[in-house]
C-alpha cells in the first residue's frame, strides 16, 4: 500500500554545504530546491499529504545569521512559490507556534493558508518553528482551561478531542517518515501523531534527496506489515 501522508525531517544541509566547502546558507539554498522538487514529486507519485519540518523550536538556539537565513528562505519560498503551489492545486498549512514569529512572517503564513484553502490536488504541511512537546502542551492547557471554565467535562477528553487540540487537527497522522542524513531520531517531530509510523532514514544528505529516494523510501514501506498494535495477516490465520 502507499502512503497517504509522508512526512519528513529535512537533514543535512549544514553537512552538504561543509563538504563542498561552501557556507551552511548555500546548503539551506540548496534543501529548498529539494523541497520544491520532493513536492512535485510526492503530487506525481498520488501521496496526498506531505508535511516538511522546515524550523523546529529548538533551532533558534543557532547562530543569529543562520536563524535569519532560514527566516528569509520562508518569506522567499512563500513569496516565489505560492503562487505555482496553488496553480497546482496544492492546499498549504503551517504547523508550530506563531506567537513570536515576526509580523511579516505571520501574514504570509497566513496569506498561503487563506489563498489555498480550497485546493484539493495536495496537501503541504510546513512545520515552522514547531515543537511536538510544545503543540502538545498547548493543546493540554487550552483543554484544561476548557475543563475549568466549566464548557468541557474531563471524561469527555479522549484521543479524538486531545488531537482536534492539536496544531494538525484536521491532519491524518503520517504513515511514514522519512529522515535524510543518517540521524536516526524523531527530534521532537510529530510526537503524538507518529505513534503507529512507519521509519525510514536515507543517508543522503536533503539537498541531494531526489524522486529515486522518495520512491525507495515509499517501496521500503509497502513492504512493510503494519500491525498496528494487533496480529499480522498470517499470525491471524492461524
Ligand atoms: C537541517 O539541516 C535542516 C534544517 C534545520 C532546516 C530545513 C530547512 C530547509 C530545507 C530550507 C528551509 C525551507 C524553508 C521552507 C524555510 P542542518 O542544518 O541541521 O544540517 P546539519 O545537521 O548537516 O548541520
Known amino acids: 500500500m502507499k502512503p497517504a501522508h509522508v512526512a519528513i525531517i529535512m537533514d543535512g544541509n549544514g553537512r552538504w554545504a561543509e563538504a563542498r566547502g561552501l557556507p551552511r546558507r548555500a546548503g539551506h539554498r540548496a534543501g529548498v530546491e529539494a523541497l520544491r522538487k520532493a513536492v512535485r514529486s510526492v503530487g506525481e507519485l498520488g501521496v496526498d499529504w506531505l508535511t516538511v519540518y522546515a524550523f523546529s523550536s529548538e533551532n533558534w538556539s543557532r547562530p543569529r545569521s543562520e536563524v535569519n537565513d532560514l ?16 496553480q497546482n492545486g496544492v492546499r498549504v498549512r503551517i504547523v508550530g507556534d506563531r506567537e513570536n514569529l515576526e509580523p511579516d512572517i505571520k501574514s504570509l503564513l497566513l496569506e498561503a493558508e487563506n489563498l489555498t484553502a480550497q485546493n484539493t490536488a495536495m496537501n503541504l504541511v510546513i512545520a515552522f518553528n514547531y515543537g511536538a512537546r510544545d503543540e502538545i502542551l498547548r493543546a493540554a492547557k487550552s483543554l484544561m482551561r476548557k475543563v475549568q471554565s466549566g464548557e468541557m467535562e474531563i ?34 517531530f510529530l510526537l503524538w501523531q507518529a505513534a503507529y509510523a512507519e521509519f525510514v532514514f536515507l543517508p543522503c544528505h536533503w539537498p541531494d534527496f531526489g524522486r ?21 495477516a498470517r499470525e491471524a490465520a492461524l
Open 71 to 86: 527566516m528569509g528562505l520562508l518569506r522567499l519560498f512563500i513569496r516565489r512559490d505560492l503562487a505555482e503551489l496553488h
Open 212 to 232: 529515486e529516494d522518495l520512491e525507495t523510501a515509499i517501496a521500503t514501506f509497502s513492504a512493510r506489515e503494519r500491525r498496528f498494535g494487533g496480529v499480522g
Open 155 to 188: 471524561d469527555a477528553v479522549d484521543f479524538d478531542t486531545f488531537g482536534n487540540h492539536l496544531d494538525t487537527a484536521g491532519i491524518p497522522d503520517p504513515d511514514l517518515i522519512i529522515r535524510t542524513s543518517g540521524e536516526q531520531r524523531l527530534s521532537n
